[in-house]
Structure formats: C-alpha cells, structure tokens
C-alpha cells in the first residue's frame, strides 16, 4: 500500500452553488510531491472511505495541493462529510498524486471540454497547456452560472480568449453546438472531456460521429451511471499464487469477495470508474462495466475492475 501524506485544511471557500473549495498544505517541512495536469490524489476519511479528486491549480512555490467537492444530494459519505464538517485546520490523510489523464506529450492542439464540477482537471490543463506555450481551446458548459465553478476566474486568465461558457438556461446563441466546437481529427489534434457521464457521453459519440478515433480521445469519469444487476449470476475467482477457489455471490461484487477471503485489495471509487482495483486477469472472460478502460482494452480481456465487473465465464483466473 501507497505511504499517505498527512495534510492540513489550509482553507476552505466556496467556489460555487454547492462546490466547496479545498486547499491542503503538508504538516510537515518535507512539502508535497509535484504533479501534472490532470493528476488526482485520494483522499481518506473516516469510516474507510476512500474518495479520489482533481486537482485544480499547478504547482507553484508554495507547497499546496487546491480540490473542488461537488456536494453530491446521494452522497455515500464522501462529499457530504468534505463540504458539510470538514474545517479549517483540520488534519486528514491524502495519497500522493496520480495522473490517469495526462496530456499528450506532443505539440498537438487540444481541445478541452467541462461539464459542471468536471473542471478542475480541465482548469489546470488549460493552465499547463499555457504556460507551455501550446494551442487549444477551453468548453465549459453548466445548468446555471451560479452552480459553476470558476467562472469569473476563466474570464480574467491569460488565456480567456480560449474559454467558451455555455449555459444550459442562458441563450440559444451560446449553448453548446458539440459538432462544430469539436470538428474534423486530425493526427495533431488531442481531445480531453470531463464531467457526468450523459455529457461526456455526449462529446466523445459526437466525436466519433465526426471520425475521431480512440487514441485522440481522453477521458475521466467522476461517477458511472446505475447499473442494474438483477440478471446477475454467480461466477468463481481462482487464484494463481494459491489456486484457491473463490465464489462471488450474485448479489456482492468480485472485490468485496476478494476482501472478505483476506486479500487487501485497494478500492476507491467502488463503480469502475478510477482504475484503483484494477487487476490483471489470466484466463476467463469478465463483463467489463467500469468506465475506466477503453473499449480496447476491454476486448483483450487481460485485466478487470472487481469493484463492479463481473464475469461472463464461469470462472476467472487472476494474477493474485
């Protein structure tokens, strides 16, 4: 298991209609680990609860780590406990940060799309896209202004003449049109979307539509949609190191079996969608529903997200 950082709540702010703004100092002399654009850290809780966040500003002189907590109104503990009892002050523990949604690497021009609360990666690569002197250009797109983060920031940063607002309740003339903002590929062109998953969704098929392939396309998911599991059925979970047996209940996920039967097994986000559990898969066919991997990395079948994947053949061999 990863070394926590003990960091203290430095301050707190609103940002936005139900977003609360974090930001984490170390507690000790030693600072915090750089990071890039699109990096996350987790943060943990009391309970167990384990919970994963962007993070929002780049690094600068001063050792500092900056997050948005949406205020989720079905919240399993994590967001309600962070915006409702969290203080200033206050001492948690945080892994170092990890970055699942990286830049691409090239000169590429990159467009950047926001939905609500899926900023914050967004903000700071918009930041390092800047400062490193590329090309791109920013979609941000919420219900109302009053529930959008950063909005007034956004029109005083240098790169402001990049930055598109849509709002669902303003006017027609300024609401997203996906096809045109998006456009034709092009091998120098990188894509990168954020958000719930309906707009998400909603970008990637439009860019698909348009020609882009998978390798052009980027995305981080905050939350997978309700899944129904009543056609479940139960499978078995052998593994290697052991050849112990494992069954996995109809009604229970592969990782709380693999939990129950000792193994420590890392979980997150428990619906696929942060790649914390992800292990890797020797023989067997999992159904794949997390969010997570690509759509090619789904058809070798060489790994799965125990959290909320399951198995389409009777049993799974997995390198444990």
Not at 45 to 52: A, E, K, V, Y
Not at 95 to 124: E, K, Q, V
Not at 187 to 205: A, E, Q
């Amino acid at each position: 298991m990863d070394t926590l950082i003990k960091v203290k709540v430095a301050a707190k702010t609103l940002l936005a209609e139900g977003i609360a703004g974090l930001e984490f100092t170390p507690t000790t002399e030693a600072g915090l680990p750089e990071f890039e654009a699109g990096s996350h850290i987790e943060v943990h809780l009391p309970g167990g609860l384990i919970r994963q966040y962007s993070l929002y500003d780049l690094p600068s002189a001063e050792s500092r780590y900056r997050i948005g907590v949406l205020r989720e109104p079905d919240s399993r503990g994590g967001s309600a406990m962070l915006v409702d009892t969290l203080s200033e002050g206050d001492v948690l523990s945080i892994s170092a940060p990890r970055n699942h949604f990286a830049l691409h690497s090239d000169d590429a021009t990159s467009l950047l799309f926001a939905g609500g609360i899926g900023i914050t990666p967004i903000l700071c690569m918009a930041q390092q896209l800047e400062h490193d002197g590329r090309a791109f250009e920013m979609h941000y797109c919420g219900r109302t202004p009053a529930r959008m983060a950063f909005v007034d920031r956004l029109q005083v940063e240098r790169f402001s003449d990049r930055v598109h607002v849509h709002v669902d309740d303003g006017p027609l003339d300024q609401q997203l049109d996906a096809a045109a903002a998006i456009g034709a590929p092009g091998p120098d062109r990188h894509l990168y979307v954020c958000g719930p998953s309906g707009f998400m969704n909603h970008i990637l098929d439009t860019a698909r539509g348009l020609g882009w392939d998978e390798p052009h396309l980027h995305r981080e998911y905050f939350a997978a949609e309700p899944v129904d599991n009543s056609g479940d059925s139960p499978f078995e979970i052998e593994i290697k190191s052991s050849g112990q047996i494992i069954k996995v209940a109809a009604d229970e996920s592969a990782a709380h079996a693999l939990l129950d039967a000792g193994f420590d097994l890392q979980l997150s986000c428990e619906q696929g969608v942060c790649g914390t559990c992800m292990t890797r898969v020797l023989s067997g066919t999992p159904d794949h529903r997390d969010l997570y991997l690509t759509s090619d990395e789904h058809e070798r079948n060489d790994c799965f997200m125990p959290c909320c994947s399951r198995a389409k053949s009777p049993r799974l061999l997995l390198d444990l």
